[in-house]
């Protein structure tokens, strides 16, 4: 059975993609003033998914985007409610800047609206980026 044609993205914009992502991702956790509280807790985290999913795909050009999206929504989510365990391991990793990044350490119900928020944008964005378009195929199982 066929699936429609689907635009795959090229590796070479997704890399763009992450070398755009990553230092934005970062610099969240270091705006100021009015909107400076927002920006630090949850604009990171919309960032955080799209880095994910657009790594994912990267890696794999080939797996569609929403699939990647509810995965690494899954993925995210479980990360955040780790957020409500703690130990010596965790406490050791939430000690430095970039465990702090990449795990977190204060858990809040509002991430899991911006990761949702990051999947959809992240999606939107493989649509933008250049691809090919190829066409699909599911692979055909023998009846012997």
Not at 40 to 60: C, P, T
Not at 74 to 94: C, F, N
Not at 99 to 122: E, M, P, Q
Request: one cysteine or more; a positive charge; aromatic letters at 10%.
């Amino acid at each position: 059975m066929n699936e429609p044609p689907r635009k795959l993205p090229s590796r070479a914009a997704l890399l763009a993609a992450l070398c755009v992502l990553t230092p934005l991702g970062f610099a969240t956790k270091h705006v100021h003033g009015p909107l400076g509280g927002w920006f630090q807790d949850y604009a990171g985290g919309v960032v955080y998914v799209m880095f994910w999913m657009l790594l994912a795909l990267w890696l794999r050009p080939s797996l569609p985007p929403a699939r990647v999206a509810w995965v690494v929504l899954a993925l995210t989510s479980a990360l955040e409610v780790l957020q409500l365990w703690s130990g010596p391991v965790l406490d050791a990793i939430r000690r430095t800047y970039l465990g702090r990044a990449l795990i977190g350490d204060t858990f809040s119900a509002w991430d899991f609206v911006h990761y949702a928020i990051g999947c959809a944008l992240a999606v939107a964005l493989v649509q933008a980026l250049p691809g090919t378009v190829t066409r699909c195929t599911t692979p055909r199982t023998s009846s012997r």
